[in-house]
């Protein structure tokens, strides 16, 4: 086995694994501890695949802002076992169907994904290497590049939005 | 890759670690010295020579100290939240460029531990996780203060890194590179950045006060408010890794100042010394000269911490959000349109 593959498997069974303890500890605070670990675990995943920047990029969003306004918002709501609210009966039966459904779309794509056969080309080209990435980006992804944005932006705004008439009907 | 590479670049990390080690020991020793200087007094000077070994008896205090556990259910997460503050502090190091290169045997040195390509995005994650330390250790100390501290620290952490990246992408736009190596290549001469983006400075510098928690933005370890802040539970060497981390970060954040802004190991004249005196001992003296104006940076964040108060933290988020983030959006239009213009 290369090196290469035992680091794969280390990471993945991490990955899985603290995915897993994610769901299953009863403390919420323990429960994001073990989220920003797999979101680092995953990190792991892309510098394998050579992605330098959206590694690092992953660290940055997710693991370093994402999960610590999460983390900030379980602390703040200081959760207590008998907090939980009980979930009725037809909650758990969405949950199910729709798990159900997910693993379906899931077993399809692997059935119908092809394994990759045949060897890499090199092109000589640096793709790892965020001056390629902006390239495409910026000429191939145009459109969809400007969509995210606007998206983004709208987010934002109604972000701010919804905060601003909370204050005003005080 | 040969051995003799493997064993080069295990030496200097291990070189870059003691540094790092000795520049937050003896900062410490910095910041008394200053704090006595600036309010009249004498400071440290009863262990050794004007005080020097001080640092070497506090740590020796630290070890010695009761090892205290308070009556928390979270004990493993308690002794990681030093642990994540001293390892993030130390992790930034890596790409940082400390000099150009040497010729040591007729091999070129790059005195670097690793060139990346997105260096800078490294140490802006680096960064953003750091915060975790406080928080973990905060929230497990299961003491209230402790908890607001930490809360305030993720809050502030969280505002300023928005300023922060925001002031770089402007430095970004004029340079068109994300590695340390080649922005500090090209402050060559005389040709510092801070010439050209002083406003991007004076909001990465404030920023940088923020996010290593300092003085006047260390709301997190407020004494009047919160006893100790989030290492009010703490004591012996995990308190001490704390106030390590903090030195630790002091050092390295006036490294990027240094290296960002500064022309980092450059200086006047030193293509004149590469060319009529040798490469070593030019770049010996970039190292130097990089080492003073950390120094200077380092001296810089003892000054403000002696002479400004405290903010209160509604005037913090005020600066943060309502005056650092417009100009700092401000400032990148206005790069855009100088490139524009005069490129």
Not at chain 1, 32 to 59: E, K, R
Not at chain 2, 295 to 318: E, G, K, S
Request: with cysteine; charged share 15%.
């Amino acid at each position: 086995m290369s090196p290469v593959l035992i680091t794969f498997y280390f990471l993945a069974a991490f990955t899985l694994a603290t995915a897993f303890l994610t769901i299953y500890s009863k403390n919420p605070i323990h429960s994001a501890i073990y989220l920003v670990l797999c979101m680092v675990s995953i990190m792991g995943h892309y510098l394998l695949l050579n992605a330098q920047f959206v590694a690092i990029v992953q660290l940055i969003v997710y693991a370093g802002a994402i999960m610590v306004l999460m983390l900030f918002t379980i602390m703040l709501m200081n959760l207590n076992k008998e907090d939980e609210v009980h979930k009725p009966r037809i909650t758990r039966l969405g949950a199910i169907v729709v798990f159900i459904l997910m693993s379906m779309v899931l077993i399809t794509i692997f059935i119908n994904s092809k394994t990759i056969m045949g060897e890499y080309d090199s092109t000589g080209e640096d793709f790892q290497s965020i001056k390629v990435l902006g390239k495409v980006l910026l000429n191939e992804y145009m459109v969809p590049f400007e969509f995210a944005s606007i998206l983004l932006l709208v987010a934002m705004i109604g972000t701010v939005l919804l905060t601003k008439k909370e204050k005003d009907q005080k | 890759m040969d051995s003799a590479f493997i064993i080069e670049k295990s030496v200097f990390i291990v070189a870059i670690f003691a540094v790092t080690m000795i520049m937050a020991m003896y900062s410490t020793w910095a910041e008394r010295k200053v704090a006595a200087y600036l309010q009249d007094r004498v400071g440290p000077n009863r262990a050794g020579w004007g005080g020097l070994l001080q640092p070497l008896a506090d740590g020796m205090k630290l070890f010695a100290k009761e090892e205290f556990f308070p009556n928390t259910p979270n004990r493993f997460l308690f002794i990681v939240g030093p642990a994540i503050a001293m390892s993030t502090a130390l992790m930034t190091s890596a790409v940082m460029p400390w000099g150009d290169k040497l010729e040591i045997f007729g091999r070129t040195v790059i005195l670097q531990a690793t060139d990346i390509d997105v260096a800078l995005l490294y140490v802006f994650g680096i960064i953003s996780v750091g915060v975790y330390g406080i928080m973990i250790g905060g929230w497990a100390s299961n003491n209230k203060f402790s908890l607001m501290s930490s809360v305030r620290a993720a809050s502030q952490m969280v505002s300023y890194e928005i300023a922060m990246g925001l002031s770089i992408i402007a430095l970004l736009m004029m340079t068109g590179t994300l590695s340390l190596k080649e922005i500090a290549a090209q402050q060559a001469g005389m040709n510092w950045n801070v010439f050209y983006q002083p406003v991007g400075f004076l909001i990465f510098l404030i920023c940088a006060f923020a996010e290593t928690n300092r003085t006047p933005f260390d709301l997190a370890e407020c004494e009047s408010e919160l006893i100790g802040g989030y290492h009010t539970e703490y004591s012996s060497m995990k308190m001490g890794f704390y106030l390590f981390a903090e030195y630790a970060n002091m050092f390295i954040s006036s490294a990027i100042l240094a290296v960002l802004y500064f022309g980092a190991y450059n200086y006047p004249g030193m293509q004149w010394m590469v060319d009529n005196v040798g490469v070593n001992a030019a770049n010996i003296l970039g190292i130097v000269v990089l080492f003073i104006k950390i120094c200077f940076f380092i001296f810089f964040y003892m000054w403000i911490r002696w002479t400004i108060p405290r903010f209160r933290y509604d005037q913090l988020m005020h600066l943060g959000w309502k005056i650092l983030i417009p100009l700092a959006i401000v400032n990148i239009m206005v790069t855009g349109i100088c490139i524009l213009v005069f490129k």
